[in-house]
């Protein structure tokens, strides 16, 4: 019931679709009518109009019959029974409209109470897609909805999504057959594929939610209105008189022989994160899958195995170094709560990048593993389109394979990028090689102003090197300008130094060594000035760019943002050119986070393979940057708030906070910070939630599934603290930064 | 200009409420003019010294005393600390600053630095094994919590809300009789009396030697010197995390626990923590119960039990016995029949309705002292808070108990919300409860293998 409400609220499967249906089919012939025509294969239909078919109501879509009652033809030609009865819900659900947000009073009164998943669940296919495809991601009432990118879409965007949505099944599938449970003929139907062996993907109109758009859709595909409508090989059969007459002239074997015309169902270009899930998801359903992944070393010489940025190079061992960093804060703290060594405790680079890149070769072992175990296959090769369907992948030793595919993902990513002045590739060194650099990199200077520059400069001074970051203009571009300062203010306090406005002009190499000695020369961005400084290391933090320039897109037309080198794609992650799909970082105006890829991956193999209609949502997506003192945000950041929402509108709750574990071991007060942004005229809606402090992404977790409910400042008023932590300040928060009233907090 | 006039107005919602009761204020403070001293006040009937009295100066009543005060009312806060078995005493703010959640999460705090010294060398910093030193600990957990003591006397000095360190029982409906220290009487009365008075940790009545050589939390956190080897008696929250915490410093600690562990909480989440728990080395005697305490002449604590199970003895020598069998609430000292206020038979607790109202129309109970309520401080302080707001005619809001959520500091965290399964199962059915199978290998993005114990590069290589 939940599931079937909301969505006829959002109006994802066209709500406006179905009463148009009702109305069209009302009044219209009985169950035995005959409508079919020439089908998509364009084939000359002269039997079609002796065909009998099981006519589609749209006003059955929500009535859960039991089939029993309706499978038996003695049932079927009863008098009270059968189409009279049909179209006469019909006509119901037709004359008052209202009647189509709820299903309409069936036969068996449990119908619209009883349990409708769980039946739906138990068709025999469980491939059925939209069975798959509807988990609630949006409980009925979410408020926030209205204002998402979506909903105020026309019906005939949203028919032709169900369009695509439907192309999918038939190009997916061996054998696809749209019925209704409760059909004799389709029964036939399924008996007769059953008889000869074949497995056969099902869509039972009457147990999906959009059968009636379905239905229409169908229609327009195939100029059949009526059940079965059944495709062979991606080949439209017609219904069931006409398939038993292929049955009989051989035609549906021979179209059963038929391979497809593509070696994979799918390959996806890129082993990372969202490449992974979508290939692995893939597979589940069922679908023959290719990934080709294959890292292009560094200019230092770097490379690393399956899994993407995030688990060799990104979050992963990003994490365990800002752990090593938090470890050695409390050691410090740790001596103030009793525990006694005398000793300076030193840090050991070697044995930390040891411990983190044993992690990571269990990482890369578990994917491998767990694309094994799906049968997807692997293949460590540098993937290039050569021309449609159609790509190229070039191993280590340069031997070339080829290979072919109905559909296509590409999920590339990212590598950081350089500064392009001289001694940048020789010298300098990214993220890509620090993580498990053999050496400690002594004193380093951190090109950028990126999370990534932050967080790379703070584990690095956090477990004791000398560390300076070159700020060219403004810091975590793109985040709250306040949260940033605070962020970089407490790096500061930290021992970590900023050299802003400034740009490098050359890194000149002084001594050879692990590590060597470098001299930098950089430029003021506001003058004549330049300075020059000796680091042990100079990491680049600039920036990323995609992954896109060289892998034969040209080749296939795939527009490719020229900049940026982003991949436009719409809201169902298809580029321009309709079998190929992208996800992760290499999208344009996208998120580059690993949750959001595996999602968007998730979700677009279950829309490909299993007719599922869930899209990935971008919106709330909350992060966190894991500096020394960590900030966690969801939503819009202040700025952004205000560019949206008008200052006026806006109120703002802010406080400083001081963690109970900082009070006894002596560390700064007013330093962590918490601040959510609500919008006055939609009920205080948090639509902006920042935070400054220690577990910031756990505290940050919780508050986004909050978020995505919807959540009001009533709201977290009303909620109660865990006490003592740190997250409870946010059901406390009552100063307004209008207010201008002191924030401090002074002692407890 | 005018937009910004209007904005100014809307961003001020409560301006105008605020000015509301002021009036209401005003006219209170009228009625109760004259009347200041407790002795002539009682000798001129009706006139009330106070709008509300407090009894009780912990979470819950300094929040109702604080939000009373500041919208206006005249408010005393009564509050004394009965020192414990041992002689334990402490300052103002109750069990939750003084021998509660404050020193329990720094002293889990201590023994969480103790697990991070331990992997630190796994992070590559190059460290011995270190000793851990309880008397530093305490001293900066205990001087934490003065200032907490300190602060609150503060907060409340702020809000013109009257402290007195005394010791209440009712005299009558409205009036209660205090006993300082030094054994001085007051007597206060008021309009409205709240009672949050909380709980204290109970002792075993039938056990020898119970009494006489055990602690509880109330002493725990302010021993000067390390309890050594431990003996925790009980299964509750406060068991397992005094027992997680002493594991964590480098004691030597067992847990008696005479059937479930964290009753009322999700089973399979106890026995997780449980679990985890005792790999880290904290011992687990189930379903045994402890039946005498005996002193030493070395000055150990021999304790005998008995294994529920065999219905064989047991013995063994420990340094410290701690009880945390449960907490009974301090309503026996209150005098609670002069003002007719009832209690529950079983639990001793205050009944109470869903507007915190006892039996008496005029007196109200919050916190742990009250029957049916959650034993958690910010359910009290809010309960506190509405209620102040209620009396002073602010809103009619009352506490809403559902989905409360809480943690158990044990070594291992657990947070809940919500019910358990057993709940969950009880309350809606086996059938419309869904749960996801046995844990299943993680999804790719995740490293970690669950159930626990957490992983981490080194340790688990």
């Not at chain 1, 708030?641 to 006894?664: G, M």
Request: overall charge positive.
């Amino acid at each position: 019931m939940r599931v079937r409400d909301d969505r006829s609220a959002q109006g994802r499967g066209g709500s406006g679709s179905p009463r148009a249906q009702v109305h069209g089919t009302a009044g219209s012939q009985g169950r035995t009518c005959a409508a079919a025509a020439g089908g998509v294969t364009g084939e000359p239909t002269p039997i079609a109009s002796r065909e009998t078919h099981c006519h589609l109501v749209a006003g059955l879509r929500n009535a859960r019959w039991d089939p029993p009652q309706w499978t038996s033809p003695k049932q079927q030609n009863g008098p009270t029974r059968g189409s009279a009865t049909l179209l006469g819900y019909t006509a119901k659900a037709g004359s008052d409209t209202a009647a189509l947000a709820q299903p309409p009073p069936p036969p068996p009164p449990r119908a619209p109470t009883s349990p409708g998943s769980v039946k739906v669940g138990a068709v025999p296919n469980r491939r059925l897609g939209s069975v798959r495809g509807v988990p609630v991601s949006s409980p009925p009432g979410r408020r926030a909805r209205l204002s998402y990118p979506g909903t105020g879409r026309s019906s005939s965007e949203a028919r032709e999504e169900l369009r695509r949505r439907l192309m999918g099944l038939i190009e997916g599938n061996r054998v696809m057959i749209f019925s209704k449970s409760y059909c004799p003929h389709s029964a036939r139907i399924k008996d007769l594929f059953s008889s000869l062996g074949v497995e056969c993907n099902i869509l039972e109109l009457d147990q999906v939610d959009d059968g009636a758009n379905v239905q229409e859709v169908l229609s327009e595909i195939t100029n059949q209105r009526t059940v079965p409508n059944i495709f062979v090989n991606k080949v439209h059969m017609g219904g069931c008189d006409r398939t038993f007459q292929a049955h009989q002239s051989g035609l549906l074997q021979k179209l059963l022989q038929e391979d497809s015309a593509y070696e994979y169902d799918l390959i996806v270009i890129g082993g990372g994160s969202g490449g992974l899930a979508c290939a692995q998801e893939a597979a589940i359903l069922g679908k023959k899958v290719m990934v080709l992944d294959f890292v292009v070393p560094t200019p230092q010489g770097t490379s690393w195995g399956l899994g993407g940025t995030c688990v060799n190079v990104g979050c992963v061992p990003k994490k365990l170094m800002h752990q090593a960093a938090l470890l050695g804060q409390a050691l410090k703290d740790s001596r103030k709560f009793g525990w006694e060594y005398s000793h300076q405790v030193k840090h050991n680079w070697e044995t930390m990048i040891e411990a983190i890149q044993n992690h990571i070769g269990s990482l890369n072992w578990g994917y491998r593993l767990s694309l094994r175990e799906k049968a997807v296959t692997y293949v460590n090769s540098y993937g290039e389109f050569v021309e449609h369907h159609k790509i190229k992948a070039t191993n280590r030793k340069g031997q070339e394979t080829y290979y072919t595919a109905g559909k296509f993902v590409l999920a590339t990513g990212q590598r950081p990028r350089y500064l392009g002045i001289p001694g940048d590739k020789e010298y300098c060194i990214t993220s890509d090689d620090l993580f498990s650099l053999p050496y400690c990199p002594g004193k380093t200077l951190v090109v950028g102003a990126s999370y990534v520059a932050l967080e790379c400069g703070g584990f690095l001074a956090g477990i004791g090197l000398d560390v300076t970051i070159m700020v060219r203009s403004v810091l975590l571009r793109g985040f709250d300008q306040e949260m940033a300062e605070k962020v970089a203010s407490y790096m500061e306090q930290h021992g970590v130094k900023f050299l802003r406005k400034f740009v490098p002009v050359m890194v000149q190499q002084l001594e050879k060594g692990s590590p060597g000695k470098l001299k930098v020369v950089a430029k003021s961005t506001e003058g004549p000035e330049t300075i020059e400084e000796i680091y042990n290391t100079v990491l680049l933090a600039i920036g990323r760019a995609s992954c896109t320039r060289r892998i034969g897109l040209e080749k296939i037309g795939v527009k490719v943002n020229e900049k940026s080198g982003k991949i436009p794609v719409n809201d169902a992650e298809q580029t321009n050119v309709p079998y190929v799909y992208a996800v992760g970082d290499i999208l344009e105006g996208k998120l580059e986070l690993t949750p959001i890829a595996i999602q968007a991956g998730k979700l677009l193999a279950r829309r490909l393979f299993a007719g599922s209609l869930e899209k990935c949502d971008y919106v709330n997506v909350p992060t966190t940057v894991f500096a020394p003192l960590e900030y966690g945000c969801c939503g819009l950041s202040e700025e952004k708030a205000i560019e949206v929402h008008k200052k006026e509108n806006l109120e703002v709750y802010h406080t400083f906070f001081w963690p109970l574990e900082w009070t006894v071991a002596g560390r700064d007060n007013n330093t962590c910070y918490a601040k959510i942004i609500c919008n006055k005229f939609d009920n205080d809606r948090v639509i902006g939630f920042h935070v400054l402090g220690p577990n910031a992404g756990e505290i940050t977790q919780g508050f986004a599934a909050a978020m995505k409910c919807g959540l009001t400042k009533q709201q977290l008023d009303d909620t109660i603290g865990i006490h003592p932590t740190c997250g409870e300040v946010f059901t406390t928060l009552e100063i307004t930064k209008s207010s201008g009233l002191d924030i401090t907090q002074k002692g407890c | 200009m005018a937009a910004m006039a209007a904005a100014m107005a809307a961003a001020l919602p409560g301006a105008g409420g605020r000015f509301r009761w002021r009036i209401g204020a005003a006219a209170a403070a009228a009625a109760a003019a004259g009347g200041v001293r407790g002795a002539a006040r009682r000798a001129a009937a009706g006139r009330q010294n106070y709008d509300l009295l407090v009894i009780g100066g912990g979470s819950g009543g300094l929040a109702c005393a604080k939000e009373a005060a500041q919208l206006g009312k005249k408010v005393a806060v009564v509050d004394y600390v009965e020192p414990s078995p041992r002689g334990t005493r402490w300052g103002l703010g109750g069990t939750c600053v003084n021998v509660g959640c404050i020193p329990k999460k720094l002293m889990h705090q201590a023994a969480l630095l103790g697990g991070m010294v331990r992997d630190a060398p796994h992070y590559g910093w190059a460290l011995q094994p270190v000793p851990h030193n309880w008397t530093t600990m305490a001293e900066a957990v205990q001087n934490h919590v003065k200032s907490l003591n300190w602060g609150h006397r503060v907060q409340l000095q702020d809000r013109k809300v009257m402290y007195f360190n005394i010791k209440a029982s009712f005299v009558d409906a409205h009036t209660i009789c205090g006993v300082s220290k030094g054994g001085k009487e007051t007597l206060l009365s008021a309009e409205h009396i709240v009672i949050a008075t909380g709980g204290r940790p109970r002792y075993p009545t039938h056990i020898e030697g119970a009494l006489e050589y055990g602690i509880t939390s109330d002493d725990l956190f302010w021993l000067k010197e390390s309890p050594g080897k431990t003996l925790v008696v009980g299964a509750s929250y406060v068991a397992l995390e005094c027992a997680g915490f002493l594991t964590g410093l480098g004691l030597d600690t067992t847990v008696m626990i005479r059937s479930i562990p964290l009753r009322g909480f999700d089973q399979q989440m106890s026995s997780l923590v449980t679990e985890y728990m005792a790999s880290q080395g904290t011992r687990f005697l189930r379903g045994c119960t402890p039946s005498r305490v005996r002193r030493l002449p070395d000055g150990q604590l021999q304790v005998t039990w008995e294994d529920l199970s065999s219905g064989k003895e047991d013995m063994g020598t420990f340094n410290t016995v701690l009880w945390a069998i449960g907490r009974i609430p301090e309503t026996r000292s209150l005098n609670l029949e002069k003002a007719g206020v009832h209690t529950s038979p079983t639990s001793q607790k205050i009944l109470v309705d869903a507007q915190e109202t006892t039996s008496v129309p005029h007196i109200y109970a919050i916190g742990d002292v009250a029957e049916g309520r959650p034993e958690l401080t910010p359910t009290a302080i809010m309960a506190g808070k509405l209620l102040a707001q209620r009396l002073c005619g602010q809103s009619s809001d009352v506490m809403d108990y559902d989905n409360v959520p809480t943690t158990v500091f044990t070594p291992l965290e657990y947070g809940c919300v919500g019910l358990s399964e057993e709940e969950a199962v009880a309350r809606h059915g086996e059938e419309h409860v869904e749960r996801p199978a046995a844990p299943t290998l993680p999804q790719p993005s995740c490293a970690f293998r669950y159930p626990p114990p957490p992983c981490h590069p080194g340790l688990c290589s």
